[in-house]
Each structure stands twice: as structure tokens, then as C-alpha cells.
């Protein structure tokens, strides 16, 4: 009997226990069930749900010790014989190769990177390369001349052969700072190479010219055979006035096309006037990647003009048009109705893989016009140097 | 009867077989768990083995396994509930006792404390580049969809409809907002696509605000830690007089974060500053309608705590190891003000030396200054991970009450013995 009486004072005990526990879990629980409700709340003007700031706002807070793209200098400079301009790849804002006559090659890069006077670091992670040991203090070898601006190089080579397991290797940078950039200025490749290249890369180093506030748009005269150079961060130059072709122009235009101001994300965009009010226009664009690819931009283009899709085997006619302008696909010419305007339009199109970029040629409009206009639009295509527009979008 | 029963249900939360089989199932659960992981990612993992009552099969090696097991919330109650029965049928205050009694003590604020942390600790983050204040902290998982509407010349009305109930779909109504929401999709993960002239190869879902420029996708959900999932919602608002139109929202367009890597990404395919810029700018391009005589701007965005004061970014240290991509320190001067208190100070955050501010604890989480982020002309960035954790001193006290109890009673037992030797 005393026992019965102990276990359910027992139990009573436990059961306030427990509705304790229950009740603080409950409380717990509602808690964590208020994040599945509508919550209202008010908020000073500038927190509210305007673009992040931080976003938005970024360039005009950038500090003024960081690289600012579109404050960069152009670069001028003379190649000296047997450097080959190649597509600049991440980072750099031109490449070349180097290749002599048994077939053993150097690369060249220009790298600007904001100036952090960390530079040893940067040293050193060549020298890691180079499997030498790091140094605690810059020692250039020598001060060159890098156009007017005084520079220091660093030659580093590795003392094992780090190429192919045979050959060894060695790094040359000049280094220069101008304001908030350090520019560097670097060529590797094969030890022996390298070394036979020194002087070849003293003389482009000493051709480099830093030109400052260049517009955007100019015109293609008064560089003689000089390279021109954009950072590619920057906006992008398209050369050429009328009927003329010069060293820093990416095509020779026509006769008769009046060149437009692009509209944003256009490269280039020409007009050619007709008869009775008629024209046809040239629009010219430039994407990373394949842009989407061919069948999808063809039917596009289709599109434009009123007609069906295309399946894949009716790419087939147009699949080699390498010899013409330098593509892979051939051009297509489609004749509709230009669904913007409800006119009878014909449209001559070509899309060029270039260099990891795809460029969008198109030709459409009054379909007397596109006719006459077909041959200079091919020979416009041709006469495109995509060296001369690396920094293009 | 029911003194029987009673008895028998005392006896089996009171019995030592019941500890010995939760805690073999508690063993079980982190071993299923840890496999888990391997394919679910580890925040997945918890919520579906240990952040519930009862699990249901179990994915093991890409198999389903049909087993029913105790998950982890369950587990924990019943360890707690047994503890505490044993306790209470078996407490004895007595000297020799005590620091058994003070080691249980522990073990069940280790027990409670891990339930109130895991109901009621909140991880946010702040993010904000140099010289930017922020006076609230983002949720890395969870959304809201905002209606923003002006209040007096200072003050925004803000409605936030969390992302839970968007997932479900339907309509949505609230007293606050003069027209009825009606969600068409809602995509857990999303990818963006700008419709650049040679890439729109369709028409778009809807011509209205950031559509006409972006193409939205859904795709497959992120399990690992360090990607996230990022929402797109296509909504219908419906006013008054009818519907207003077909809307996307997407944390693609106001996440801080994911416009940032989408700017570095850009700038790394070489497309011009200019062109990001122009970009971008159509990706965050406020959205809204007019309904009820106000217009309100919505968007999809992380869920904002805001707090009472506000950090500003000084300036970011991010050094790293001479010759390598190692970071060696990161760490964030920042300046608080709290405008309640009259604070005003600096504070330096960094490894190992969070700020702990009015029940918020600001650890040093991410910092972006890398070449790339400054080539496409972005300002440094600091991270912090923001933790609200009430019971944050629960495993601290917790293990310090038994280890005290388990010295205590090693002691009287060993003062005991001792006194036993000397009187013999």
C-alpha cells in the first residue's frame, strides 16, 4: 500500500516534469515556427529593398589605390622579328609567341595588376616555378628602360630541366610601376631560348609607349606600323574610317556604308541607304564562347524574317564556309518578311569562331539593297584583322 | 490499473536497458548520418536525420533502404525524459551522492542547451565592402519575396513573405499589400542567362522587368556547403481591377553576394568594365507596380535580420603566404555605432577574435579582394558570419558541471578510501 502511495506521488512528480518540459518545448517550437510567417516591418529609406550597394555603388567607392580599367593607358609598341601576336588570354592585355627555326618557343604576356608594393610575392611565386627558393628582399638583376619609364627585371632560371623533364627553364619580367598599376611585362620558355631572346625583349621593352586618355572611337590614321593596344577592360576601338584599312582598323568598310554608333552590345553597326527611302542595315556583335551556337542563331536570324526553325540536317549545305570568311559554317541567306516592319527583307548572315569569341555578322534589309550589297559584305567579312580587336566584348 | 500501468511506465523511462538502447541508436544515427553526408551534403544530412522525430528509409549508396529509425530530435527527448525520470525516482540528497547528481546535472543542460540551440540559434551573414554600413545581417538559406512601399519621407514599409510558403504555391494574401499574390513556379535552385542579342533564342516567360533581359532556368538542387541554392519565383500579381502581370523574381537579381561572382564571372569571359556594368544594371533593375494608390517594389532576397546598430567596413587585411594562394590572415576593421546606446567604436574582427555584441557573436567569415574581383572593378569585401545563439553558454557550463561531478565523486570515493587505510 505504501508503496502504491510512493509511486504515484512519483508519478505526479514526473508528470509536472513533463508538462514542464512540454510547455518549454512548445515554447521553443512556436518560436522556430514564426520564420514560416509573413512578417511587416518598417525600415529607414536607404535599407530598404533598393540594388544591393555594395554592388551598385563599388566603383565609385573603390579606393584610389586600385586599379581603375577604364583610367588604364594604352600601350604602344614594335614587335621585333619573329613574335607573333596571339589572343591575349585571363589577366593579360596582350600575348605573343616566339618561335625560332628548330621549333623552340617563348611566350610574352603584359599583366597589369594593381600596385600592392608586394611585388616580392609575386617574384617569388615565379621562383616557386622556377622550384628556386623564395627571397625575403627584391634583388632586380638590372634596370632597363621601358619606353621613358625606368623598369627592373628579374631573370630567373630554374637549375633543374623543368621542361619536358630535359629542358631547363627561365623566367625574364620587367616590372614597372606607373601610378596605381604595376605593369609586368614576362617571357618564358626554354633556358637556352630565353637567353638568345634576352636582347630581342630588352629591344620591345624599350618600344613600349604609355598613351594616356585615348577616346574611344578613333580613327585608324597616324600609328604608322606600329601595334595599338587596348586593355581589354577597356572600350573597345573600332578602326577605320571610311574605305580605309590601317594597322589598328578591325575591317575595311565599304564604300557607301555610313558607319552608326553601335547600340549597347553591338560592336559595330553600319547603314547603306538605297533608293525611295530603301536601306539595308550591317549590325555586327561579338560574344565569349560560341554565342549560343550556330542552329540557334540561324533560327534566330529566321525568325526575324518570318520563316520556321531549321533542324539540324538543314545545317548541312552550309557547313563549310572556311575558305570564304575563315568559318567553319558558311553564309546563310534567307529571304521574309522583317517581323518588326511587315516589309518583304532579305538577310545575309555569318558567324565567325575566333579566338574563343564568336562574331555575329549580319546583313538585312531591302532585298535590292542586300543583293548589291552581298559581295562587299563578304569582303568586309575577309578583310577583318581580330588582332585589332582583342578588347572587343 | 492505472497504478499498474503507471508503475510499468515509470519503471521503463527509469530503466537503464532504455538508456543503453537510445544510446546505441544515438551511435547508429551519427554513423547513418556521417554516410549520408557523402551524398546529401551536410546541412541536408542533419535536417533529415538528426533534426527530426522519425525517419522514414533511409538513401544510403544511392539505395533506398526501407527501415524506420528514431531520428535525432527523438532520440535527444527520450535520453532527456529517461534521465530525468531515473532522477527524480532515484534522488537521494546525500553527501555521497552529490557528484553523481551534479554530473546528471551536466549531461542534461548539454541536452536541453543543444535543443534550444538548434530551435532558437540563427546564422546570418554581413556582407559589405569597404566603407559600406550595414545595420542588418542575410540568411544564407533562407528567402523572403519583399513588397517595399513608402511610409512617410523616412520610413518603408516592408511585407517579406518567407520563401516556405512560396514553395508551396497558391495564392498568397496579406492585409498589408492592396492585391493578392499568386505564385505560377518556384524554383529551389536557379541559373540566369542574359538575353543578349545573339542569345534569345525564345521569347521570354514574361516581358515585364528583369524577364526582358534574363532568362531564368531551374536547376538541379545544391547539396554541398559551399554552393548555395538561388531561388526564382515566377508570380502572378493580381490588384483590385485585375492582374497586374506575370513577374519573375529571382535572388539572382538582389543577392549581394551572387550579382558579385556573376560580375567577376562576366569579367572573366573578357567582356568589357562598360558592358558588365550595363549588364548587371539591367539584372538589378528595381521591379514594381502601382496598387492601391502606392506603388510597391518587390524582389526576392535573402531573409534580412536587421539589428539596432550598425557596422561600418574600415578596412580589410587579407595577407597570404609569400610565393602562394595560402591565406594567412584575414580580418576586418570595422566601426559600430549603436545610436540607443551612444556607442561609437572600432573594432577589429578577425580568427579566433569575434566581436560579441548584444547577444550576437561577429566571427571574420569570407573576404573577396582578389585581382579578378578588383579587375571588374569591385571594391574589397568582408564576411561575417553573424551567430545568435541564446544557449551558447550551455556547453560550456554543462561540460564544466560534469567534469566537477565526476571529481567530486572521484574525490569523496578517493578521501574515503583513504580514511578507510588509516584507521585500519
Given at each position: 500500500m505504501r508503496r502504491a502511495v510512493n509511486l504515484s506521488k512519483v508519478g505526479i512528480k514526473m508528470m509536472k516534469t513533463f508538462l514542464i518540459c512540454a510547455l518549454a518545448a512548445l515554447a521553443v517550437l512556436s518560436n522556430g515556427c514564426d520564420r514560416d510567417n509573413v512578417k511587416v516591418y518598417h525600415v529607414a529609406k536607404e535599407d530598404s529593398a533598393a540594388p544591393p550597394p555594395d554592388q551598385i555603388a563599388a566603383p565609385e567607392q573603390m579606393p584610389t589605390t586600385q586599379m581603375q580599367p577604364s583610367q588604364q593607358p594604352q600601350l604602344q609598341f614594335t614587335l621585333p622579328d619573329g613574335w607573333q601576336e596571339i589572343a591575349p588570354s585571363q589577366m593579360r592585355v596582350a600575348s605573343f609567341t616566339v618561335t625560332n627555326a628548330n621549333g623552340q618557343t617563348a611566350d610574352v604576356g603584359v599583366i597589369p595588376l594593381p600596385a600592392t608594393g608586394r611585388e616580392i610575392q609575386l617574384v617569388n611565386m615565379w621562383r616557386e616555378q622556377m622550384k628556386l627558393p623564395a627571397l625575403t628582399n627584391e634583388t632586380a638583376v638590372e634596370t632597363v628602360s621601358a619606353g621613358n619609364d625606368p623598369a627592373k627585371l628579374f631573370d630567373i632560371a630554374s637549375e633543374q630541366p623543368l621542361i619536358d623533364g630535359k629542358f631547363r627553364a627561365r623566367i625574364l619580367v620587367a616590372e614597372l610601376t606607373r601610378g596605381a598599376t604595376s605593369w609586368f611585362f614576362k617571357m618564358t620558355g626554354e633556358d637556352s631560348f630565353v637567353t638568345a631572346q634576352k636582347e630581342n625583349f630588352l629591344q620591345f621593352l624599350k618600344s613600349v609607349l604609355f598613351v594616356e586618355n585615348i577616346p574611344a572611337q578613333i580613327s585608324g590614321t597616324g600609328l604608322g606600323s606600329q601595334n595599338f593596344l587596348v586593355?581589354?577592360?577597356?572600350t573597345l576601338v573600332i578602326g577605320g574610317a571610311h574605305s580605309?584599312?590601317?594597322a589598328n582598323s578591325i575591317w575595311t568598310i565599304p564604300s557607301g556604308w555610313q558607319q552608326l554608333p553601335p547600340p549597347e552590345f553591338l560592336v559595330a553597326k553600319f547603314s547603306i541607304a538605297g533608293a525611295d527611302g530603301a536601306s539595308a542595315q550591317v549590325n555586327v556583335s561579338s560574344l565569349a564562347g560560341d554565342g549560343g551556337g550556330f542552329l540557334a542563331n540561324v533560327n534566330r536570324w529566321r525568325g526575324q524574317l518570318g520563316l520556321p526553325p531549321f533542324a539540324e540536317a538543314d545545317l548541312l549545305p552550309y557547313e563549310n564556309g572556311i575558305d570564304v570568311i575563315?568559318?567553319?559554317?558558311?553564309?546563310?541567306?534567307?529571304?521574309?518578311t522583317d517581323s518588326k516592319t511587315g516589309k518583304p527583307s532579305r538577310l545575309v548572315g555569318a558567324i565567325v569562331p575566333q579566338n574563343g569569341h564568336t562574331w555575329f555578322y549580319k546583313l538585312m534589309g531591302d532585298g535590292q539593297i542586300v543583293a548589291q550589297q552581298k559581295d562587299a559584305f563578304i569582303k568586309f567579312i575577309q578583310s577583318a584583322n581580330y588582332a585589332n580587336a582583342r578588347n572587343a566584348p | 490499473m492505472l497504478a499498474t500501468l503507471l508503475k510499468r511506465l515509470i519503471k521503463i523511462f527509469t530503466s537503464l536497458r532504455l538508456t543503453v538502447i537510445l544510446l546505441a541508436f544515438a551511435i547508429l544515427l551519427v554513423f547513418i548520418g556521417t554516410l549520408a553526408q557523402v551524398d546529401e551534403g551536410l546541412y541536408n544530412a542533419q535536417a533529415r536525420y538528426f533534426r527530426q522525430w522519425i525517419i522514414?528509409?533511409?538513401?544510403?549508396f544511392g539505395r533506398k533502404i526501407p527501415l524506420v529509425l528514431p531520428g535525432g530530435y527523438l532520440i535527444g527527448t527520450m535520453l532527456l525524459l529517461n534521465l530525468l525520470a531515473a532522477h527524480i525516482c532515484r534522488f537521494q540528497l546525500s553527501k555521497k551522492k552529490i557528484g553523481i547528481q551534479i554530473t546528471h546535472l551536466g549531461v542534461i543542460l548539454l541536452l536541453v542547451g543543444q535543443l534550444v540551440t538548434d530551435m532558437m540559434a540563427h546564422e546570418t551573414q554581413m556582407r559589405f565592402v569597404e566603407g559600406e554600413t550595414k545595420s542588418y545581417s542575410e540568411s544564407p538559406r533562407n528567402y523572403e519575396l519583399i513588397f517595399t512601399s513608402e511610409e512617410n519621407s523616412n520610413e518603408e514599409q516592408v511585407v517579406a513573405i518567407p520563401d516556405k510558403l512560396l514553395s508551396r504555391g497558391g495564392e498568397i494574401q496579406n492585409e498589408n499589400l492592396p492585391f493578392t499574390i499568386r505564385v505560377k513556379s518556384f524554383w529551389k535552385n536557379s541559373e540566369p542567362s542574359f538575353r543578349a542579342p545573339m542569345m534569345q533564342n525564345?521569347?521570354?516567360?514574361t516581358t515585364n522587368g528583369v524577364a526582358a533581359n534574363f532568362d531564368f532556368r531551374p536547376v538541379a538542387e545544391e547539396k554541398t556547403m559551399e554552393r548555395k541554392n538561388v531561388p526564382t519565383a515566377l508570380v502572378e500579381i493580381i490588384g483590385a481591377n485585375g492582374s497586374l502581370g506575370d513577374w519573375m523574381v529571382s535572388d539572382w537579381t538582389a543577392d549581394g553576394a551572387m550579382i558579385r561572382g556573376l560580375e567577376e564571372s562576366y569579367a572573366q569571359q573578357q567582356l568589357g568594365a562598360a558592358m558588365v556594368k550595363g549588364i548587371v544594371a539591367r539584372l538589378v533593375a528595381p521591379q514594381s507596380v502601382f496598387a492601391g494608390g502606392k506603388k510597391f517594389t518587390f524582389a526576392l532576397r535573402p531573409e534580412r535580420i536587421y539589428h539596432p546598430f550598425s557596422l561600418t567596413l574600415l578596412q580589410?587585411?587579407?595577407t597570404i603566404y609569400p610565393g602562394t594562394d595560402i591565406p594567412k590572415d584575414f580580418r576586418s576593421r570595422v566601426r559600430l555605432q549603436n545610436p540607443q546606446t551612444g556607442e561609437n567604436r572600432e573594432v577589429e574582427i578577425y580568427m579566433n577574435a569575434p566581436l560579441?555584441?548584444?547577444?550576437?557573436t561577429f566571427y571574420q567569415y569570407q573576404m573577396d579582394a582578389s585581382d579578378v574581383a578588383q579587375q571588374a572593378g569591385l571594391a574589397p569585401l568582408s564576411a561575417l558570419q553573424v551567430v545568435r545563439n541564446p544557449a551558447w553558454l550551455t556547453p560550456y557550463l554543462g561540460c564544466?558541471?560534469?567534469a566537477i561531478g565526476l571529481v567530486t565523486q572521484f574525490m569523496f570515493h578517493l578521501v574515503g578510501f583513504i580514511s578507510k587505510r588509516k584507521t585500519k
Open positions: 586593355p581589354k577592360t577597356n580605309n584599312s590601317s575563315g568559318s567553319p559554317y558558311g553564309i546563310v541567306d534567307f529571304v521574309g | 522514414f528509409g533511409l538513401d544510403l525564345g521569347p521570354p516567360l580589410t587585411t587579407h560579441r555584441y548584444a547577444g550576437l564544466a558541471l560534469v
